[in-house]
């Protein structure tokens, strides 16, 4: 146990306004000048060993703008388990909830990056698979006592749905990122979603819907909108954001600027955990404004190689964004 005064100790105490139940995984990352074809073998220029996972992208996304976050996770007991909690650590993330299991594998996610910074990518969910509502219940108090809590799909879907539940049944704002999309999301994913954001892939799978544009996206929100979410999101890439919400069910579509991507992997993250740090500290703020400064930083992102390694801290952004 720390002694009192000890920096660690007091963390731990501390309340995390933004709790994610979410993935860690280790991104191993190649860039290339194009994508290979099938039965294709070509030469890479670069290979680097990266910190990814949706969960643990959105949590330091926020807790570098400021959020005091807390990870409920589940890595290996191995080297790239160990790092990862050492990671979150760096990046001042409660590790209380962390765990490590000997019986699987920290996630992997392989990457391949081309010229352009698009990128295809393969994940093995291991440990992540584990994380179940045993875990769950020892956060309890935690996520009850947040302002934010925020999940996605690469963890086991009642794992999520749980933590919806009991974030939900507490008055706490849940955001849900239904990444990776699949057709047959039971339906109180929705019912239980404050705030319901996707990209415009998952939103296709969603709603069976093509989706395409800023138009396209805001029918399709208010598909998903139907279902029972409160605010519904569509993030567009370089194109921006669709919203709407059961305040406002007339699609609202939010430009971002324009910038010279270097590599795209991570963008949609750095949007989510931006967009949960200011619905935990500025409440009062319009959600158009949240999502013009969640635009903002994902932008940023884009900017810079790697995952978590492109995402900026508040130090280095604009202070009207705070």
Not at 224 to 250: D, H, N, Y
Request: proline share 5%; charged share 20%; aromatic share 6%.
């Amino acid at each position: 146990m720390a002694a009192a005064g000890e920096p660690g100790r007091q963390w731990q105490e501390e309340e995390a306004a933004v709790v994610v139940v979410g993935s860690c995984m280790t991104d191993l990352v190649s860039l290339t000048p194009r994508l290979p074809k099938t039965g294709e073998t070509i030469h890479g220029h670069k290979f680097f060993i990266g910190f990814g996972g949706k969960g643990a992208n959105q949590c330091v996304q926020a807790a570098r703008l400021g959020a005091k976050a807390s990870m409920v996770c589940k890595v290996g007991k191995g080297s790239f388990g160990n790092d990862y909690i050492e990671n979150l650590k760096q990046n001042n993330i409660s590790t209380e909830f962390a765990y490590q299991t000997a019986d699987a594998a920290t996630g992997t996610a392989s990457i391949i990056v081309n010229k352009e910074g698009q990128n295809s990518i393969i994940i093995v969910a291991g440990a992540n698979l584990l994380l179940n509502t045993e875990d769950l219940k020892k956060a309890a108090d935690s996520i009850r006592r947040a302002k934010v809590m925020l999940c996605q799909l690469e963890i086991p879907p009642a794992t999520s749905l749980e933590a919806l539940t009991m974030a939900h049944s507490s008055g706490v704002k849940t955001l849900f990122n239904p990444a990776p999309a699949t057709a047959d999301l039971d339906p109180q994913f929705y019912t239980l979603s404050d705030v319901f954001c996707c990209n415009e892939s998952e939103a296709e799978i969603l709603t069976g819907l093509a989706v395409s544009s800023p138009a396209d996206a805001g029918t399709a929100a208010l598909v998903l909108l139907e279902r029972g979410c409160q605010v519904a999101i569509i993030t567009l890439g370089a194109k921006g954001c669709v919203m709407l919400s059961k305040e406002e069910p007339v699609p609202k579509y939010i430009p971002t600027e324009k910038v010279k991507a270097v590599d795209t992997t991570g963008a949609g993250d750095s949007f989510v955990g931006a967009l949960a740090f200011y619905l935990a500290y500025y409440p009062n703020l319009s959600l158009e404004e949240m999502l013009k400064r969640s635009n903002f930083i994902a932008a940023l992102s884009v900017q810079t190689a790697g995952t978590q390694s492109s995402y900026p801290y508040r130090k280095d952004l604009p202070l009207d964004l705070f």
